[in-house]
Each structure stands twice: as C-alpha cells, then as structure tokens.
C-alpha cells in the first residue's frame, strides 16, 4: 500500500514550458486535491475531484489544469509557467469531506526560471 | 470566506518546557484538523477534532477544539527534540462545501 505517489520530485521549468504533475493514489479514495505551498503561506488550494470525470476550482485556479478520469490518478497540468508558479506542489486525498483527514504525498518542488 | 489563524507562527522552546500552540478561525465549523510537517518533507495527520469540547492526545500532544470560542490549542508537554517541525492547523469551511482551509503553520524549533 504506497498511500499517496507524486513524479517527479523535483524540475526545474523555463518561462512558457508546460509540464505535468503525476499523482497517484491506492486508497480508492474518492476525493483528491491539489495543493500549493510557498515558504510560511501554508497551503492554497488549487484544484479539486470528489470522484472521477468530476472537478472543480479551489482558492488559486489561474494557471493549471487538471483532469480525473479514473480513481487513481489526478495529474495537474501547467500551462505556460511563469515564476509565480515556482512552489512546492502536494497531491492529497480522502474518503470523504467533512471529518475525513487527508493523506498527502511527497510533494513536487518546481522551479520556474 | 473562512480565515485561520495560528499564533506563534514561529516557537524556539527549550526541552522539557510546555507550550500551546492557538488556531483561530473566523466562521462557525466543528471540523478541525491538526497536520505536521518535517523541514522538505510532506504533511502528516496528527489529530481530527469533529465536535465542541474534543480532546484527542497522542504521546506529549493534546489538542482540543472549542467551536463556540472558533479556537483550538494544540499543546506540547514536556518537548523534546524530535517535536522539532512545522504544525498546521486546518479547518473545514461549511459554507463552502467543506473545503479544507489551513493556517499558515506554526514553526517549532526544540533546543536540546
């Protein structure tokens, strides 16, 4: 049971690169979510899924996009990377909402020169 | 919109001292979550607070949730080095499909 898996770990991005964040899990949790982390900000929230086929916008949408098309996998797409996408990209899920921690993965450190 | 506050963002402790670490947050939920995170690693569940009054513990933690008060503590008995991380608190926003809102995370830092 590995939990939550992210690839890479690291990349590095030049300015108007596009690239994809993997993210798998084996929970067969329903809900998945895409998080962003910059130094002493906590978490924002980027995106969403409460099942596969199904996502939504959270708190700091602009600039990614994502797709569900089975339990497992939620990737993340940049599109045209710019510095303000340089981060710490973590991958979650959960049973359910309400009540129901989230497991998290290692993360993807990204840096966009 | 749901805001969460943690207060100190930032503790350097010496061992064997008690401290609490507080989490505000600004509209009414009884879900509360309490994270750690180690320096370049992930986050880690420590405890779900679901009602008025909860108080989970596990080893020298104690957290504990007033939801009339929007206020939880998370407090640290007698530390240790090994508590040396970054602890985040997150709320569960009610309004707004139940969407998980965290705190900027207080950095504690255990001087041996």
């Known amino acids: 049971n590995a939990g939550v898996t992210q690839t890479p770990k690291f990349r590095i991005l030049k300015i108007g690169q596009s690239m994809t964040l993997q993210c798998t899990q084996d929970m067969n949790h329903n809900y998945m979510y895409w998080y962003r982390q910059d130094p002493g900000m906590g978490l924002k929230l980027i995106y969403y899924s409460v099942g596969a086929g199904i996502t939504d916008k959270g708190e700091v949408p602009n600039g990614y996009n994502v797709s569900r098309s089975t339990t497992e996998d939620f990737p993340l797409r940049l599109e045209l990377a710019a510095p303000s996408q340089t981060s710490v990209y973590f991958c979650?899920?959960?049973?359910?909402?309400?009540?129901?921690?989230?497991?998290f993965g290692p993360g993807t450190r990204l840096t966009v020169t | 919109e749901l805001k969460v506050e943690q207060n100190p963002l930032f503790l350097s402790m010496q061992e064997g001292k008690n401290y609490t670490i507080y989490c505000n947050y600004s509209?009414?939920?009884?879900?509360l979550y309490w994270y750690r995170q180690d320096p370049g690693k992930s986050l880690e569940s420590l405890f779900v607070l679901l009602s008025n009054g909860a108080v989970k513990q596990e080893g020298r933690l104690m957290a504990s949730l007033d939801t009339k008060a929007r206020l939880s503590t998370l407090h640290i008995t007698a530390a240790v080095h090994d508590l040396s991380a970054t602890y985040f608190c997150a709320v569960d926003d009610m309004n707004r499909d139940d969407k998980i809102i965290f705190g900027k995370g207080t950095r504690l830092h255990i001087l041996p």
């Open positions: 509209t009414t939920s009884d879900r």
């Open positions: 979650a899920s959960s049973y359910r909402t309400g009540g129901y921690e989230q497991y």
